[in-house]
T-cell receptor, first 119, second 112 residues
Framework: GAVVSQHPSWVICKSGTSVKIECRSL??????MFWYRQFPKQSLMLMAT?????????EQGVEKDKFLINHASLTLSTLTVTSAHPEDSSFYIC???????????????FGPGTRLTVL | DAKTTQPPSMDCAEGRAANLPCNHS???????VYWYRQIHSQGPQYIIH???NNETNEMASLIITEDRKSSTLILPHATLRDTAVYYC?????????????FGTGTLLAVQP
């Protein structure tokens, strides 16, 4: 199957700093990428949908100025957590799909996740 | 997107079939049923999907009731590595947003 990578796999930062997480589709072109957040023992929560070359669409309650998403190429999307605080500590997961080649269903390929800890 | 209801947890003996139920009574005609699983601290993994017919692949079988209001994921011979949270999701594949909304899922514990 298609492979999606994330970098870094984990990061620890001080409160008030910004952290950038990369999501790459390694062997396919991803016209759409998704960013999720998962707190311990909870389900994945969709944060935003990004389409290559256009602005991301954020889910209700997600601050777009705090979680900056860029999808400048068909293989790379980035999520920047600005002015991070301890409550932003979470597991961030991206996924990618290419509806043009996925046939009749929208299989999403998930990255391995990035664990962010804000001190 | 339609919501799903799953039992929070299930146990299964190693080597036996694991049958995971999912209710999606508000599913609409153009929504597919998807199953993903998430092993601890990893990204979700696609398992199978279907619209109205039963489906089978190398990982599992998906049984969808005729009225499409519920489905069952079957792992024919569960192994310890199948211990994970299993998510049943309904979504419109062709929708503009193409979103998958995860519910709480079922934690399947395969026992030796």
């Amino acid at each position: 199957g298609a492979v999606v990578s994330q970098h870094p796999s984990w990061v620890i930062c001080k409160s008030g700093t910004s952290v950038k997480i990369e999501c790459r589709s390694l062997d396919f072109q991803a016209t759409t990428m998704f960013w999720y957040r998962q707190f311990p023992k909870q389900s994945l929560m969709l944060m935003a949908t990004s389409n290559e070359g256009s602005k991301a669409t954020y889910e209700q309650g997600v601050e777009k100025d705090k979680f900056l998403i860029n999808h400048a190429s068909l293989t790379l999307s980035t999520l920047t957590v600005t002015s991070a605080h301890p409550e932003d500590s979470s597991f961030y997961i991206c996924s990618a799909s290419d509806p043009g080649t996925s046939g009749s269903y929208n299989e999403q390929f998930f990255g391995p996740g990035t664990r962010l800890t804000v001190l | 997107d339609a919501k799903t209801t799953q039992p929070p947890s299930m146990d299964c003996a190693e080597g036996r079939a694991a049958n995971l139920p999912c209710n999606h009574s508000t599913i609409s005609g153009n929504e597919y049923v998807y199953w993903y699983r998430q092993i601890h601290s990893q990204g979700p993994q696609y398992i199978i999907h279907g619209l109205k017919n039963n489906e089978t692949n190398e990982m599992a079988s998906l049984i969808i009731t005729e009225d499409r209001k519920s489905s069952t994921l079957i792992l024919p011979h569960a192994t310890l590595r199948d211990t994970a949270v299993y998510y049943c999701i309904v979504s419109n594949w062709g929708g503009a947003t193409n979103k998958l909304i995860f519910g709480t899922g079922t934690l399947l514990a395969v026992q030796p």
